[in-house]
C-alpha cells in the first residue's frame, strides 16, 4: 500500500524506513489533539474557523495526505466512464499508455514484446495513470495490486473498530458527566471522530508496512552444482 521508493518522500523526508513513519504519525497525533485542546479554549481566535484552517492543513499537507507515501485507498468501479479512466484501441494507443512512447514502431524490442503478448483488439478502458515520475515527468500507475487489495481491506476493517470504540469511549464521558455539554466541545469531538474516519487505515498501513529495501530479492539459481 505504499507508493514506489522513489516516492516515499514526505516534506522532503525519506519515508522507506518504517520507524520514520511510525514517528510521523505520533507526532501527526499528539500536534492533532494539542491543536484541538488549544481551540477548546479559544487560543486561536474563532474556534470554528481555526478548525477549518487546521482541517484543511492536515488532510492537504499531513502525512496522511495525497502528497503522502500511502497509495490511494479509492477503488476503481470497472465500467465506469470517466476522467479516472481512458480509452485504448491499437498498439499505438498501448504503447502510449504503457511506455509513455510515440507509438509502437517507437518501442524497443523487449517492449514490443510485451505490447503483443498482452494487445486485445478491440478497444479497451484502462485506469487512467495518474501519478508522475519527479525525474523523467513519465507517468506511473498508482492502483493497487491484489496483495495490497487484501491489505486495503484489513486496513479498513481495523480502522472501523479503533473508531467505533473511540466512539463508544466518547459516549459514555458525555453521559458521565450529567451536565449539559458545551456546544464546542461537541463540536471538537466531531472534528476529531471525522478526521480519525479519514486517517486511521492510513495510519495502520504507515505503521506496519516494512522498509520496501528489506524485500527479498530474486531467488538465484545455482548452475553447475558441484557433486562429490
Known amino acids: 500500500m505504499l507508493k514506489p521508493e522513489k516516492n516515499l518522500r514526505w516534506l522532503g523526508i525519506d519515508m522507506r524506513p518504517r520507524w520514520r513513519r511510525r514517528i510521523a504519525v505520533i507526532v501527526t497525533y499528539i500536534a492533532f489533539g494539542v491543536a ?13 474557523i481555526s478548525m477549518i484552517v487546521l482541517n484543511g492543513a492536515i488532510l492537504y499537507f499531513g502525512i496522511f495526505s495525497s502528497r503522502g507515501p500511502v497509495k490511494s485507498f479509492e477503488v476503481p468501479q470497472q465500467g465506469t466512464f470517466g476522467s479516472k479512466y481512458v480509452f485504448v484501441n491499437g498498439l499505438d494507443d498501448l504503447a502510449r499508455y504503457r511506455y509513455d512512447i510515440a507509438s509502437y514502431d517507437a518501442a524497443n524490442e523487449e517492449q514490443k514484446s510485451d505490447l503483443l503478448q498482452t494487445y486485445h483488439v478491440g478497444t479497451r478502458l484502462y485506469p487512467r495513470k495518474s501519478a508522475l515520475d519527479e525525474q523523467t515527468g513519465l507517468s506511473e500507475q498508482q492502483w493497487v495490486d ?28 458525555y453521559l458521565w458527566r450529567h ?27 504507515l505503521w506496519t508496512e516494512p522498509d520496501p529495501r528489506d524485500a527479498p530479492g530474486e531467488i538465484e539459481l545455482v548452475a553447475n552444482p558441484t557433486s562429490d
Open 146 to 173: 491484489e496483495r495490497e487489495k487484501q491489505e486495503r481491506v484489513l486496513a479498513e476493517r481495523w480502522a472501523r473498530q479503533c473508531l467505533l470504540a473511540i466512539m463508544g469511549v466518547t459516549t459514555g464521558r
Open 36 to 48: 484541538v485542546a488549544m481551540v477548546r479554549e479559544g487560543g486561536w481566535g474563532h474556534p470554528y
Open 179 to 205: 451536565t449539559l455539554v458545551p456546544p464546542l466541545d461537541v463540536v471538537a469531538d466531531l472534528w476529531t471522530l471525522g478526521i480519525l474516519a479519514v486517517t486511521l487505515a492510513q495510519a495502520r498501513v
